[in-house]
C-alpha cells in the first residue's frame, strides 16, 4: 500500500523532507500544506531584498507549487492552513482562506511549521512590523518609502540585518537591544567590535535599553542609565526572537519542550509514533548538555527535513547532536560562533579554558591582511572544544567552520595544532588561525604558560605587576592600566637584561598587543624563577573588553 505523508509547512524543514522523501520513495504519496501564499521562499535572504542588495523579489521565491509538482509529483497546497490533528483517525483539518475546511488522511505527519516572530508586549505594538515570510518583507519594503527613520527593536542576527539594510534603504537607523551587548551569542569583548561598525556607519546602538511603548512616528526608550527619551521611529521592526509554533501540536496533546516547542527524540519522533516535527519548532539534541535545545538555524531545519525522510522512509539516522553555528555580515564585518560563548558556560556553572587571539586572515606580507578577534571555550578537564567565536573583516566564517567541523568530529582543542589546512600567501598562514588556537590550548594544557583572563586581572586580589613587553611606541598608544600602579614597559628584546628590576615575590602579569610575545616574555621569566602570567589576548583583548564596559569609541589609533 502507498505510504501517505502529510506535512505542515513547506519551507526549509518541510521541504528538504518533501524532496529527499521523494528521492528516496518514488511511490510515497506526499502532500505539502503551507498557510502562506508561497512554499520554498528563502526567508533568509530577506533583510537584502529590504536593503536593495537583492533587487528582484522573484529571488525570493525558490520553487511554485506547479515547479514542485512537476519535479517531485510532491502536493503542495499553499493558503492552506492546518488547524487540528485528529491522532486517533490520523487526520489533520485544513481550513482555506475562505473559511472552508477538509479533513486530510495521513500514514506518517511531519510537522515543520516553523516559529513565530516575537512582538514586544508594549503599548503601540501593532504598530511593529516582523520579518518571517514574503508578505511581511512587502509590508516592510512599502513603509520604509518615506519613512525617514527606523527603530529595530533587537540586537540579534536578524535584527542587525535588518538594520544594516534599512541603513543601505537611506533611513536613520535606531538599534535597541535590552542586553547590555549586541549579539548575545557572542561575549562582550568580541561583540563590541560589531557594535563600533554599527556606530560608525551611523547606526545609533542603544544597549542595556528597552523600548516601553510605541507612538504613531517615535517611541519611548528607558536607556541603560534609567533615563527616557524619545526615539523617532518612522518604521518600526521587532526582532526579539522568535517563538516556536508549538499550539497545533499541544492541541493534539503530544509532549512539549522548552518554550512550547514540539519535544522530539534523536529520530525527530514525536511523543506520538505516528508524528514527526523538525525545524525551528522542534527541540534540538544538545551537544553539551542533557536538556533539549531550541537552536532556530536554516541549517538544522535543512538537516533534520532530510533526515526526517531517511527515518520515515526505513532508514534510521541518528540525526548528530547540536552545536548550533551561526554567522552575521554588519557593515563587511564577519561575527560567527558556534557551540556554548563563554556567559552560556559561566550561567551553566559548567569549568571552560578561553583563549583569545587576534590573528591576521592571511600573510602579513601579502597585500590587504586584516586582523580578527577569535575566541576558544575549552574544557580544562578533557581538552574538549566547548565553543568558539570570532569577529573581523575576512577569513572568519572559515575558521569558525573549521572549529564547528572539528567538533563535530570529536577533535580536542589541542589537536587544532595538527589540521593540514589550505595556505598560499593570499588565502591564509602556514600556521593557521585555527593552528594557533590548537598551540594556544596545548600550551595552556601542558602548563607551559600559565594565563589570565582580563576579567581575572581587573578583579585580582593579589595586585600582581603588570608588565608590558611591547615596545615603547605601542606602549605609548596605549596599554593595560590598574589601579595599584603605574603603567611598566620592559620590552621583550630587553628583558634579559633588564628582568632584575622585577620583583620575586610577586605575580607578574605580562602582556604584549595579543599575547604572543606574552608567551614568549612568560616563559623566560618563569625560567629564570618568576612567578609569571600571560594576560590572554594581551592588550587588544583587554582594550575591546574595556571599551565593552564603558561603551567608549576606541580612537583609531590604538589598533
Ligand atoms: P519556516 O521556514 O518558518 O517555515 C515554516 C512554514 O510553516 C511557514 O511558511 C508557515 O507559514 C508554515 N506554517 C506554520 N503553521 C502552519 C500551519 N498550521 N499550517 C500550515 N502551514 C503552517 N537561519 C540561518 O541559519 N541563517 C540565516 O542567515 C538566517 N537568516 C534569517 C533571516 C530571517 C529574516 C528569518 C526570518 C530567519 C532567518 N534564519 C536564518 C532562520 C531560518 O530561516 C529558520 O531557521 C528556518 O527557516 C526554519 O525552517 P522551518 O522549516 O522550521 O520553518
Redesign the pocket.
Known sequence: MTHKVVI?????????AATRLRRLDEAAHIVV????D??S?A?????YYVGGVIPERDSLLLHTPQSLAARFAIDVRVR????AIDRAARTVT?TLADGSTYDEAYDSLVL??????IVPDIPGASRALT???VSDVDRLAAATADAGTALVIGAG??GL??AENLAHRGLDVTVVERAPQVLTALDPELAIRVEQRLTARGVRVLTGASVISLGPADAVVTTADGATEKVAAGVVVA?IG?QP?G??AATAGLALGPRGSILVDHDMRTSDPAIFA?????TKTDAFGAEPALI???????RH?RRVADVIAGRPHRAAASVGT???GVFGLTAAATGRSERRLAAEGRPYRAIHTHPLDHAGYYPGATQMALKLLVDPATDKILGAQGVGEAGVERRIDVIATAMAGGLTASSLADLELAYAPAYGSAKDPVNMLGYVAENLAAGETPAVQWRELMDAEDEPVVLDVRTAAEHARGTVTVPWQAPLVMPLDSLRERHHELPRDRRIVVHCQVGQRGHTATRLLRQLGYDAVNLDGGWLTWRDAQASLTREPVPASAA
Not at 500544506?33 to 502562506?36: F, K, Q
Not at 532556530?296 to 535543512?302: D, K, R
Request: glycine share 12%; aromatic share 4%; proline share 8%.
Open positions: 505542515i509547512g513547506a519551507v526549509a524543514a518541510g521541504m528538504s500544506l503551507e498557510a502562506g508561497h512554499p521562499f526567508n533568509c535572504g530577506l533583510p492552506s492552513r492546518v488547524t485544513v515543520s511549521p516553523g516559529a513565530s516572530p520579518l518571517r515570510d542576527f536578524v540585518e535588518v526582532a522568535v509554533e499550539s497545533l523538525v525545524g525551528d519548532a522542534a532556530p538555524l536554516a541549517n538544522l531545519a535543512n527535513g551561526a554567522v552575521v
